[in-house]
């Protein structure tokens, strides 16, 4: 079977994570990298001898099956224009886009090429979500009351994620980079939602994204939902979603750790024997013409929606 190829565009933190992973893959292989930062673009393609692209029109003529994109997001409706203009498939990074009105024009301009299109949502093929969802399945938890998210982070941006833009009110802040992926896992799960109250605090400098967030929403069978955000308080990181049963509570926390709960008893963590494929393979198994799961642009224009609203 021949190999599935990605390009690169945006050599980051994140960018550079998605790199191991399809280099990691045994059907999946690299044929171009690019990133405006020339050092940077430099140092990736020499720490995994990675052919760089001196434009973009270069790199887009290299012809891959997929380009990656994992700039910032006021970024990823022109380049998505372009990467569909060559008639190439497009995973982007989440969020989908600054706003909606951009998440728009990449929907429309993929439709229009008739282009394959993937978000970067990792979770979403994670055990722990797998554990959660057959819970579900089998109505393990019992009826479902409530879903909470609440993220509690003492540095924003995060030491290991700095850059010019991810603390800026413009392009970056948690509800940006850290709520898609909830809000993104909720929609999955249980459908399309209403948020109907929210208050989202800023700081004074106007330059500066938010502080801090609370919202209240319903799902469209009548669950309630919390959603809490706060950044620069006194502990230490916790990331939380929580789904609360009449038999059971289910809490997936930061990021891979799943917990159980039963009434009147503390919660343990427990361990999935689940070993899902994983996005790397799924676009894989998508241009190989096999059925997998790809959360499209459609479903990230969804969350964009969620995003935008509780931004304002």
Same mark, same amino acid.
């Given at each position: 079977?021949?190999?599935?190829?990605?390009?690169?565009?945006?050599?980051?933190?994140?960018?550079?994570?998605?790199?191991?992973?399809? #280099?990691?893959?045994?059907?999946?292989?690299?044929?171009?990298?690019?990133?405006?930062?020339?050092?940077?673009?430099?140092?990736?393609?020499?720490?995994?001898?990675?052919?760089?692209? /001196? *434009?973009? /029109?270069?790199?887009?003529?290299?012809?891959?099956?997929?380009?990656?994109?994992?700039?910032?997001?006021?970024?990823?409706?022109?380049?998505? +224009?372009?990467?569909?203009?060559?008639?190439?498939?497009?995973?982007?990074?989440?969020?989908?886009?600054?706003?909606?009105?951009?998440?728009?024009?990449?929907?429309?301009?993929?439709? =229009?090429?008739?282009?394959?299109?993937?978000?970067?949502?990792?979770?979403?093929? *994670?055990?722990?979500?797998?554990?959660?969802? !057959?819970? #579900?399945?089998?109505?393990?938890?019992?009826?479902?009351?409530?879903? =909470?998210?609440?993220?509690?982070?003492? !540095?924003?941006?995060?030491?290991?994620?700095?850059?010019?833009?991810?603390?800026?009110?413009?392009?970056?802040? &948690?509800?940006?980079?850290? &709520?898609?992926?909830?809000?993104?896992?909720?929609?999955?799960? &249980?459908?399309?939602?209403?948020?109907?109250?929210?208050?989202?605090?800023?700081?004074? +400098?106007?330059? #500066?994204?938010?502080?801090?967030?609370?919202?209240?929403?319903?799902?469209?069978?009548?669950?309630?939902?919390?959603? !809490?955000?706060?950044?620069?308080?006194?502990?230490?990181?916790?990331? =939380?979603?929580?789904? &609360?049963?009449?038999?059971?509570?289910?809490?997936?926390?930061?990021?891979?750790?799943?917990?159980?709960?039963?009434?009147?008893? /503390?919660?343990?963590?427990?361990?999935? *024997?689940?070993?899902?494929?994983?996005?790397?393979?799924?676009?894989?198994?998508?241009?190989?013409?096999?059925?997998?799961?790809?959360?499209?642009? =459609? /479903?990230?224009?969804?969350?964009?929606?969620?995003?935008?609203?509780?931004?304002?």
């Amino acid at each position: 079977m021949t190999k599935t190829s990605f390009a690169i565009i945006g050599t980051g933190v994140v960018g550079e994570r998605i790199i191991n992973q399809i #280099l990691a893959h045994p059907n999946c292989e690299i044929i171009s990298v690019f990133d405006e930062n020339k050092i940077r673009l430099e140092e990736i393609s020499t720490k995994y001898q990675l052919s760089a692209a /001196e *434009s973009l /029109e270069a790199f887009l003529q290299t012809r891959p099956d997929w380009v990656y994109i994992g700039t910032p997001p006021v970024s990823h409706a022109p380049l998505s +224009e372009q990467i569909a203009a060559h008639g190439l498939n497009i995973l982007s990074e989440k969020p989908l886009a600054h706003d909606v009105v951009d998440g728009k024009r990449m929907v429309k301009v993929a439709s =229009e090429a008739k282009v394959h299109t993937a978000m970067h949502f990792p979770l979403m093929y *994670s055990p722990v979500v797998h554990s959660l969802k !057959n819970a #579900l399945a089998t109505k393990e938890l019992g009826d479902i009351v409530r879903i =909470e998210l609440h993220t509690y982070l003492p !540095n924003w941006p995060r030491k290991w994620q700095q850059n010019p833009w991810i603390g800026t009110r413009e392009q970056g802040g &948690f509800i940006r980079e850290i &709520f898609p992926h909830y809000l993104q896992l909720m929609y999955h799960l &249980f459908g399309g939602f209403t948020i109907s109250s929210h208050t989202t605090t800023y700081p004074r +400098e106007m330059e #500066l994204c938010e502080t801090g967030v609370t919202a209240l929403a319903k799902t469209e069978n009548g669950i309630p939902i919390v959603l !809490n955000g706060l950044s620069g308080i006194a502990q230490e990181e916790r990331l =939380e979603f929580k789904v &609360f049963g009449t038999n059971k509570v289910m809490t997936i926390r930061n990021w891979s750790e799943l917990w159980v709960s039963e009434k009147d008893q /503390e919660a343990v963590q427990v361990s999935s *024997s689940i070993r899902p494929y994983s996005l790397i393979d799924a676009c894989h198994q998508t241009v190989n013409g096999q059925e997998s799961f790809l959360v499209s642009f =459609e /479903e990230g224009l969804k969350v964009q929606e969620w995003i935008d609203q509780l931004l304002n």
